[in-house]
């Protein structure tokens, strides 16, 4: 059975100070992985699809990066409006499925 | 493009009665799927049409609970009788690719 993980449950930050948010997984072969965002009172949104360890995909102040078990969402310089909960999510090969992890609510801090 | 759309957005129920969810996917994706989100269980998968066919229900809790997509551009998730278990927020996403885009949710209670 395909399980996620992420940590830390919440993260607080100070605006401009960057950190990362974790997620590691086990699945049998993957497929995907995946990072969503989630406002409060909103649908999950579609940031990242990773395929395959070593591959990284950036979009503004986000960067994610893939290995064979874990994937970071590294947050540069973040800004208040970056606050939202961070999710993470894989599908398996021959199933079409995502199993989400429970997220990563980040709060940044003016 | 008006992205996945839900109806309604809110809904408040008294336990024993019949609730609709409605969801119209993004045009000319082929794929459906129904979340539900809780505090303790996070996002869960109940069920997934490909091409309006149910393809797997096992996520879905208990017989209560039915979905049908009777078209491309519609679907339906049927909780009858509701209970007050069953409170949670209600999400359809649909998929052409590998990612899945979601709508905004139903937020359900059933007092």
């Known amino acids: 059975e395909d399980q996620v993980t992420q940590s830390p449950e919440a993260l607080r930050l100070q605006e401009g100070e960057s950190s990362s948010l974790n997620c590691s997984y086990t699945?049998?072969?993957?497929?995907?992985l995946f990072w969503y965002r989630q406002d409060p009172g909103k649908g999950p949104e579609f940031l990242f699809t990773?395929?395959?360890a070593g591959e990284e995909k950036e979009k503004e102040r986000l960067k994610a990066t893939l290995t064979k078990k874990e994937s970071f969402l590294h947050i540069t310089a973040p800004k208040p409006e970056d606050s939202a909960t961070y999710l993470c999510?894989?599908?398996?090969?021959?199933?079409?499925?995502?199993?989400f992890g429970t997220g990563t609510r980040l709060t940044i801090i003016p | 493009d008006a992205g996945v759309i839900q109806s309604p957005r809110h809904e408040v129920t008294e336990m024993g009665q019949e609730v609709t969810l409605r969801c119209k996917p993004i045009?000319?994706?082929?794929?459906l799927f129904w979340y539900r989100q809780t505090m303790m269980r996070g996002l869960e998968l109940l069920i997934y049409?490909?091409?309006?066919?149910?393809?797997?229900d096992s996520g879905m809790p208990e017989d209560r609970f039915s979905a049908k997509m009777p078209n491309a551009s519609f679907s339906t998730l049927k909780i009858q009788p509701s209970e007050p278990r069953d409170s949670a927020v209600y999400f359809c996403?649909?998929?052409?690719?590998?990612?899945?885009?979601f709508g905004p949710g139903t937020r359900l209670t059933v007092t």
């Open positions: 996403a649909s998929r052409q690719g590998h990612e899945q885009y």
């Open positions: 699945v049998s072969g993957l497929r995907g």
């Open positions: 990773l395929y395959s």
């Open positions: 999510a894989v599908q398996d090969f021959g199933n079409e499925k995502l199993t």
């Open positions: 045009s000319g994706h082929n794929s």
């Open positions: 049409f490909n091409n309006n066919v149910p393809i797997d």
